[in-house]
């Protein structure tokens, strides 16, 4: 069974940093990108960040670009999300998200989502 | 950045009948890769359909799904109580995935 738990989510202040991790089972990590997307509290989805199953293919949305790092160890089975100068903006519902294929595919399994909270 | 429109932003209808919702995108996605995602409150998304018209494992056949280019459709055909919820429309042509910013299935 496919499973992806999120840790690290909480409360900072704007200009902090937070790293969230996926800690992912249930498949060979290493084949299939993952992503992360975000869903600020009753709003729509937005995707933030992607990698392939190598780990040498990102790719960040522009709202991210220059202060998120996505990255992975394939020896932990982990995803993760270094996250630099938050902004209240950022304020959302963070899922890791596993995708069908190792390079492009379309998001199969989803974790169930871990809560960044940016404010003073 | 492909931007994906979502139309109509909500949709009131009795179980029973048919939804149509619509997604289009600013440049062509082709038909391999657009997908629609089902959410309902409180939880993670669901994957419905890939490949603009290939259903995901387990997903009943009331959901269908059309379209290529820049005009895709999902439609489910006969509308059950537990269909009441949240779709969204992704591209991953691009290496910077998008969602549409969904269209609510309500009950009228």
């Known amino acids: 069974e496919v499973q992806l738990v999120e840790s690290g989510g909480g409360l900072v202040q704007p200009g902090g940093s937070l790293r969230l991790s996926c800690a992912a089972s249930?498949?060979?990590?290493?084949?299939?990108?993952m992503s992360w997307v975000r869903q600020a509290p009753g709003k729509g989805l937005e995707w933030v960040s992607g990698?392939?199953?190598?780990?040498?293919?990102?790719s960040y949305a522009d709202s991210v670009r220059g202060r998120f790092t996505i990255s992975r160890d394939n020896s932990k089975n982990t995803l993760y999300l270094q996250m630099n100068s938050l902004r209240a903006e950022d304020t959302a519902v963070y899922y890791c998200?596993?995708?069908?294929?190792?390079?492009?595919?379309?998001?199969?399994?989803w974790g169930q989502g871990t809560l960044v909270t940016v404010s003073s | 950045e492909i931007v994906l429109t979502q139309s109509p932003g909500t949709l009131s209808l009795s179980p029973g009948e048919r939804a149509t919702l619509s997604c289009r995108a600013s440049q062509s996605v082709s038909s391999s890769y657009l997908a629609w995602y089902q959410q309902k409150p409180g939880q993670a998304p669901r994957l419905l359909i890939y490949?603009?018209?290939s259903r995901a494992t387990g997903i009943p056949d009331r959901f269908s799904g059309s379209g290529s280019e820049t005009d895709f459709t999902l439609t489910i055909s006969r509308l059950e109580p537990e269909d009441f919820a949240v779709y969204y429309c992704?591209?991953?042509?691009?290496?910077?995935?998008?969602f549409g910013q969904g269209t609510k299935v309500e009950i009228k």
């Open positions: 998200a596993k995708e069908a294929l190792m390079v492009r595919g379309p998001i199969d399994y």
């Open positions: 249930g498949f060979t990590f290493s084949n299939y990108a």
């Open positions: 992704q591209q991953y042509r691009s290496s910077a995935r998008t």
């Open positions: 990698l392939g199953g190598g780990g040498g293919s990102t």
């Open positions: 490949g603009a018209s």
